[in-house]
Every structure is written in structure tokens, then in C-alpha cells.
């Protein structure tokens, strides 16, 4: 088994093993998430909303590649402008929520690395969604 075939497998049987845990959620597309705080908000952002979110980004072996709080400065986006497994999960969430969302390669920059992201890696977000413009 190559190298790339091995961690693969390993992102595969991370995601398993973490769909038995207690407090973790599921949506059909195979992104899991579990709630860290509940927010006041009552709606949700639409792939057309700004959204405003603190994050740290994490690999399965919680090597950090991205940290928005390190940074003290909250990022914006437009929802349809970031990868599959964000526009579906954030669109669950409400503002004043935090959530960790565990996102499948296939959900993410699947088979080809981006930057420090291994091709073939579970993205590991703590999100917490600010506002929604």
C-alpha cells in the first residue's frame, strides 16, 4: 500500500470510528458535527448569504493549517465561494452556534492537496458562525 493509499485509509477508519461516538451528529452527505454551544439565532445562512465565522482547521493527527482566532480577526465569505462540506454544514447552523464539522476529503479538497492539506484529508473544523449578511 502506497503512502497516499495508507493515510487515505486512515482519514476512511478515522470517520468510522468516530460516527459511534456519543455527540456526534450526521448529515446524509457523510459530514458529522457535534454541537458545542447553541446559538440565540433563528435563521441560517443560504449558499447567497456573507457569512462572519471564527475557525481553527485541523487534520485527523490535529496538525492546524488554519486558525482565524490566532489571527483575532473573524473571517467573511459569501457561502458558495468555500468548499462543499462548509456550505452544507453552516447552512444548519445558526448564528451564536459552534460546532465542530468533521468533513470527509470527498466534502473537502478531495484527492489533491492544497497547500498543507494532504490530498485525501478529513477536515476537521470548530466553527463558529458570527453573523449572516
Not at 448529515?27 to 447553541?38: A, D, E, N, R, S
Not at 435563521?43 to 492546524?64: A, F
Not at 464539522?101 to 492544497?114: D, E, N
Amino acid at each position: 500500500m502506497s503512502k497516499k493509499e495508507l493515510y487515505k485509509a486512515q482519514n476512511i477508519q478515522f470517520l468510522q470510528e468516530l460516527s459511534t461516538q456519543e455527540g456526534i451528529n450526521s448529515l446524509p452527505c457523510g459530514i458529522y458535527y457535534k454541537v458545542l454551544q447553541t446559538g440565540e439565532g433563528k435563521s441560517s445562512p443560504t449558499l447567497r448569504s456573507i457569512v462572519t465565522v471564527h475557525y481553527k482547521g485541523t487534520l485527523i493527527d490535529g496538525k492546524e493549517f488554519d486558525n482565524s482566532y490566532q489571527r483575532s480577526c473573524p473571517e467573511a465569505f459569501r457561502l458558495c465561494d468555500v468548499i462543499d462540506g462548509w456550505q452544507l454544514a453552516l447552512q444548519r447552523m445558526h448564528v451564536g452556534d459552534k460546532w465542530i464539522i468533521y468533513i470527509p476529503y470527498t466534502m473537502g479538497y478531495g484527492t489533491r492537496p492544497s497547500g498543507p492539506i494532504p490530498a485525501f484529508s478529513t477536515l476537521i473544523f470548530e466553527v463558529e458562525l458570527l453573523g449572516i449578511a
